[in-house]
T-cell receptor, first 114, second 116 residues
Framework: SQKIEQNSEALNIQEGKTATLTCNYT??????LQWYRQDPGRGPVFLLL?????KEKRKERLKVTFDTTLKQSLFHITASQPADSATYLC?????????????FGQGTTLQVKP | NAGVTQTPKFQVLKTGQSMTLQCAQD?????MSWYRQDPGMGLRLIHY???????DQGEVPNGYNVSRSTTEDFPLRLLSAAPSQTSVYFC???????????????FGAGSRLTVL
């Protein structure tokens, strides 16, 4: 079955450093992959989408890579700040077509220390 | 523009009781879905809808019913609550299309349900 895995251990880094989060998937060939941010007690918020024919996507301090050979996406936050502390979720479209159904990883919690 | 609104935010039920979680969106999105989030499990799809009058099951549909009589509303019903349904529930919506916004979900703030 389709499966997505994120590192369940929390990632602790110092302010100013680059945070790198990993998303691996199996039994799947997605057309694109999404990343969401979730703060405690709130719903996930969409950050970035990367398509299978895009190696890299950037948005301000965020960078996402997508390696369809390794079946892996990396999510980078450069010059990290304490305000970046949150749980980050990766997601793939379930099945084919555009139906709004996503499969989510379990999320990785990032803690940025001042 | 409120986005996706969920009510109630918190609810405590006894085993066997029924209740409805409400979800409404004002973005004219065609697709709506319900997810539950449990520690270490990630978000799991319960039910989804691609338009008014059309619903289908997701990954974990047992114990839940849905209906979609309007584009705006997508309530989730628990007919006989069980402790295994203790979770945080999220409603989400997305727009039909094939562009960069396809399948991008807008989530509500969540409803935390405890079944005793």
């Amino acid at each position: 079955s389709q499966k997505i895995e994120q590192n369940s251990e929390a990632l602790n880094i110092q302010e100013g450093k680059t945070a790198t989060l990993t998303c691996n998937y199996t039994n799947y060939s997605p057309a694109y992959l999404q990343w969401y941010r979730q703060d405690p007690g709130r719903g996930p918020v969409f950050l970035l989408l990367i398509r299978e024919n895009e190696k890299e996507k950037r948005k301000e301090r965020l960078k996402v890579t997508f390696d369809t050979t390794l079946k892996q996406s990396l999510f980078h936050i450069t010059a990290s700040q304490p305000a970046d502390s949150a749980t980050y979720l990766c997601a793939l479209v379930r099945g084919s077509g555009n139906t709004g159904k996503l499969i989510f990883g379990q999320g990785t919690t990032l803690q940025v220390k001042p | 523009n409120a986005g996706v609104t969920q009510t109630p935010k918190f609810q405590v039920l006894k085993t066997g009781q029924s209740m409805t979680l409400q979800c409404a969106q004002d973005m004219n999105h065609e697709y709506m879905s319900w997810y539950r989030q449990d520690p270490g499990m990630g978000l799991r799809l319960i039910h989804y809808s691609v338009g008014a009058g059309i619903t289908d099951q997701g990954e974990v549909p047992n114990g839940y019913n849905v209906s979609r009589s309007t584009t705006e509303d997508f309530p989730l019903r628990l007919l006989s609550a069980a402790p295994s349904q203790t979770s945080v529930y999220f409603c989400a919506s997305s727009k039909r299309g094939t562009g960069t916004t396809a399948n991008v979900l807008t989530f509500g703030a969540g409803s935390r349900l405890t079944v005793l």
